[in-house]
């Protein structure tokens, strides 16, 4: 009896703790789950709607003369005189004498050449008498028989007259050279470089100046390929060679002496290849009278002069466009939807047609009325519970609340909304109210403050608890007691 009971009270112990075990499994009460609910937030919202964009390309490039060309003297001599405007830096005008050329030699020539053109011109008159009175005298002497061309003396007629063509060209060739004693100013421009002076002897092939056209300048501007998609041009084929004379406006910018002045100009042309370095295509901007005068005295834009420019491109129609700042990963922003009777944010993929620094065109992924988010959300969430406020009603706010700041009333009591914008600008006047005036606080931290105050204001108090606790920090540092708040 006794072997059999220390068999079995194990085994029953055993049985017992099981079904008390398998009871407590089957009949436990599952523990009440409480779901954790995000405080809403406060965010700026703005109704989107489609428009239209004018796109502005932005470039840069140097100044170039439309024309550059080399004096080179087409006869010899020496210089005997240069004109009052052939100086490095002078202005000439179209067909001005910059250099003279001893002309003695050629004066000479001309002489010589016009006694040569009256011998050769009284010979061809003895010839033509000559052959007026052969042909009488055959007439006379074989009237029915032709004359043959030796008896009217028809070759040495047209030897003759050869002979004056000769001496009258060589004349005109005489002329020329003495013209050419002369340099004239091809166009209207200006001296960049003088090689030769009074005294000189030249030849041909000289290099006497280098000089530039000022009717007209030109810039090269780079573009991407995308940019050149959006520039007004006509694609041009072989056999075609459009004229640009209205071609888009530009507009460069040069900062000079710490003013920024403007110039007007339009596209002429665009070059026919891709730089193979920087894969860009080149467009040549003109702008009419770079040197002239203006009613604002705007100084002359110069050769070489390095500048900005602004592109007037293409208008795209139907597009959205948002601040730049509010493109996410460049590829999404922040909506908030009110379709289920809450606000929520809600994650919305986009395509962007053209992007600046400061503005993103959205041609895809937005419809007329979303309400796009402009407060900045760290780590938003989809379907992120919020509060929503138009920016109309947000800036009327700002607006009152600066135009009289007295109103904004005492800091609250310890139970009376501090989370809110008024009980965040309360909390700081509490603060700042206990700082003593000889220990006042640093620069900085007042900046932060107000910088978190103003965010405070249209929504966003996520800097004001940060800014609070290092103001709570320093006044540990500094021995200044605090009121005990919610900025530790």
Request: charged share 25%.
């Amino acid at each position: 009896m006794k072997r059999a009971l220390q068999i079995l009270l194990p085994v029953i112990i055993l049985a017992i703790a099981g079904g008390i075990t398998l009871y407590m499994i089957v009949f436990q009460k599952e523990a009440p789950r409480r779901q954790f609910q995000a405080p809403a937030k406060e965010v700026v919202v703005r109704p989107v709607n489609r428009q239209s964009y004018e796109i502005v390309l932005h470039s840069q490039g140097s100044v170039q003369a439309r024309t550059t060309s080399t004096l080179i003297p087409e006869v010899r001599g020496r210089i005997v005189a240069i004109g009052s405007s052939f100086q490095e830096g002078s202005f000439f005008e179209e067909g001005e004498v910059l250099i003279e050329i001893d002309k003695s030699d050629y004066e000479t020539e001309l002489i010589v050449a016009d006694a040569a053109y009256a011998q050769a011109d009284l010979r061809l008159a003895e010839e033509q008498a000559r052959s007026a009175q052969a042909k009488r005298d055959w007439e006379r002497l074989n009237p029915d028989t032709p004359a043959g061309r030796l008896t009217l003396r028809e070759p040495q007629l047209k030897q003759a007259a050869a002979a004056v063509a000769s001496a009258q060209a060589r004349v005109n060739n005489a002329k020329r050279n003495l013209e050419r004693t002369l340099i004239r100013a091809p166009f209207a421009g200006r001296v960049l470089t003088k090689n030769v002076d009074v005294g000189q002897y030249v030849s041909t092939g000289n290099q006497m100046a280098r000089v530039f056209a000022v009717d007209l300048a030109e810039v090269r501007l780079p573009l991407t390929a995308t940019q050149y998609s959006y520039l007004n041009l006509p694609a041009i084929y072989r056999g075609e060679n459009p004229t640009l004379a209205e071609g888009p406006a530009v507009q460069l910018s040069l900062e000079v002496a710490g003013e920024t002045y403007r110039w007007g100009g339009r596209v002429s042309r665009a070059e026919g290849a891709v730089d193979t370095r920087s894969r860009q295509l080149f467009v040549v901007a003109q702008i009419r009278n770079p040197y002239g005068r203006t009613a604002n005295e705007r100084p002359p834009l110069k050769i070489g002069s390095f500048v900005e420019a602004e592109i007037i491109g293409k208008t795209v129609d139907d597009v959205f466009v948002i601040p730049r700042s509010l493109l996410r990963e460049n590829s999404y922003v922040l909506l908030v939807d009110k379709s289920d009777g809450r606000d929520i944010l809600r994650r919305r993929p986009v395509s962007i047609a053209w992007e600046t620094d400061d503005v993103a065109v959205i041609s895809e992924g937005l419809e007329d009325g979303d309400l796009l988010c402009l407060t900045q959300v760290p780590l938003a969430l989809e379907e992120y519970p919020v509060r929503s406020v138009l920016e109309s009603t947000a800036i009327a706010a700002a607006d009152e609340a600066a135009a009289a700041p007295e109103r904004r009333g005492p800091p609250p009591t310890a139970g009376g909304g501090g989370g809110g914008a008024g009980g965040a600008g309360g909390a700081a006047g509490a603060l700042l109210a206990a700082i003593p005036a000889d220990k006042p606080l640093p620069a900085e931290l007042k900046a932060k403050l107000d910088e978190a105050m103003a965010a405070a204001e249209s929504g966003d108090r996520s800097k004001m608890r940060p800014v609070m606790a290092e103001i709570r920090e320093w006044a540990e540092a500094n021995g200044v007691e605090l009121p005990a708040g919610r900025g530790r």
